[in-house]
């Protein structure tokens, strides 16, 4: 499916810019969220990333979300 509004990203970071020429994300006419990716290099190569059956909040629960700092890390808490 090729439908869908395309966003046209050009890197700033000249490091970043010598590898990524162009990055275009396509935003799915029905949810809005993003299905497909596509990265071209200076070189002229492109990888495409196709997302499918995307779920839009499925529902998952919350002990998949916790996150321990790891030992000698400084928390901050505001």
Avoid at 1 to 7: I, Q
Avoid at 33 to 57: A, F, H, M, P
């Amino acid at each position: 499916e090729t439908s869908g509004e395309w966003l046209r990203l050009v890197p700033r970071d000249p490091e970043l810019g010598q590898v990524v020429a162009r990055l275009y994300v396509r935003l799915a006419p029905k949810t809005g969220l993003s299905d497909c990716v596509v990265v071209e290099q200076q070189s002229g190569e492109r990888t495409r990333l196709e997302v499918e059956k995307v779920e839009r909040n499925p529902g998952l629960p919350d002990r998949l979300f916790r996150f321990t700092p790891p030992p000698g890390v400084e928390v901050v808490r505001f």
